[in-house]
């Protein structure tokens, strides 16, 4: 994905033009503001369409197998690399539980994010990595991916049952849910330490915007449902006993006038 606008050049270039820009580099397309799921799905093929699985198979095959370093929203990267924010509050996590890090993994395919950064946490004391997915991704997660920290889990509560994670990971996976904030007020009220928020956009519209997304052919064909968030009201369950620790901008760009960010939530109240 791009690298931000230089500011000198977003103010210079006229919106329409960026947009179109936008379009050709990053190719992901986002439309509409729907008034319910329902309605986004009825407008796009969903997130569980064939391709999209057989694409996430075939890039952790290809990463487990050394035909690439790693992936990304199935797309294959050959020289090592890592989202400095987010592995800096993975770190952070790590210190403050002794060098040891229990985390899930919200959303996280066949474990892509670890896959990323696994090189740079081998001086931890411990690391546990548990992905909580679909359960399709869950059953070929267990039966070709499940190796040293990496578990996979088809519930929080499961997860929790065996793992007991202390932070939680949601990296560019609450656009994409059917209810985000009932999942962010489930996470709240639980007994997590930290709560990583990555690669989400927001409007600065007072309300939630949501979109339907469309996927360049040159990644795979599909469409689903996007969401793009209102800050506040995305972080309301947060707003009694926690606090934003860190906040990052990400790589991710978009059509439409939003703005993509990280956050680091740490708990400080009962």
């Given at each position: 994905?791009n690298?931000?606008w230089?500011?000198k050049l977003k103010h210079?270039?006229?919106a329409p033009?960026r947009?179109?820009l936008?379009r050709?580099w990053h190719g ?5 503001d ?5 309605a986004?799905r009825?407008a ?6 064939e391709v999209i699985?057989?694409?996430?198979l075939?890039?952790a095959?290809?990463v487990?197998?050394?035909h690439?370093?790693?992936?990304r929203d199935?797309?294959?990267f050959?020289a090592p690399?890592?989202h ?10 790590a210190?403050?539980a002794?060098?040891?890090l229990?985390l899930?993994?919200f959303?996280g ?6 896959g ?6 081998t001086d931890?004391?411990e ?7 679909q359960?399709?991704l869950?059953?070929v997660?267990?039966?070709e991916?499940?190796?040293?920290p ?9 997860c929790c049952?065996?793992e007991?994670?202390d932070v939680v990971l949601l990296?560019?996976v609450?656009?994409?849910l ?22 989400t ?5 007072g309300r939630?915007?949501l979109?339907?997304q469309r996927v360049?052919s040159?990644i795979y064909?599909a469409?689903?449902p ?7 009201k ?12 860190a906040?990052?901008?990400t790589f991710d760009?978009a ?5 993509y960010?990280g956050l680091?939530?740490d708990?400080?109240g009962?």
């Amino acid at each position: 994905m791009n690298a931000a606008w230089p500011k000198k050049l977003k103010h210079a270039v006229p919106a329409p033009l960026r947009r179109w820009l936008l379009r050709r580099w990053h190719g992901a397309i986002f439309s509409g503001d729907f008034s319910s799921w329902a309605a986004a799905r009825r407008a796009s093929g969903g997130y569980d369409a064939e391709v999209i699985f057989e694409r996430t198979l075939a890039a952790a095959r290809a990463v487990r197998d050394g035909h690439a370093t790693w992936e990304r929203d199935t797309v294959l990267f050959h020289a090592p690399a890592v989202h400095q924010p987010l592995l800096d509050a993975l770190r952070v996590s790590a210190a403050a539980a002794g060098g040891r890090l229990s985390l899930l993994d919200f959303g996280g395919a066949l474990g892509s994010t670890w896959g990323q950064h696994r090189a740079w946490l081998t001086d931890l004391a411990e690391v546990r990595w548990s992905v909580v997915e679909q359960p399709r991704l869950v059953e070929v997660g267990r039966r070709e991916f499940a190796a040293g920290p990496l578990r996979f889990h088809e519930t929080i509560d499961a997860c929790c049952a065996t793992e007991k994670p202390d932070v939680v990971l949601l990296s560019a996976v609450l656009p994409y849910l059917e209810e985000p904030h009932a999942l962010l007020r489930d996470i709240a009220r639980r007994g997590f330490s930290r709560v990583i928020i990555d690669r989400t956009g927001f409007v600065g519209r007072g309300r939630d915007r949501l979109t339907v997304q469309r996927v360049p052919s040159s990644i795979y064909r599909a469409s689903y449902p996007c969401w793009f968030f209102d800050r506040e009201k995305l972080l309301q369950p947060f707003a009694v006993g926690w606090r934003v620790a860190a906040e990052w901008p990400t790589f991710d760009r978009a059509d439409i006038a939003a703005d993509y960010r990280g956050l680091l939530l740490d708990k400080i109240g009962p």
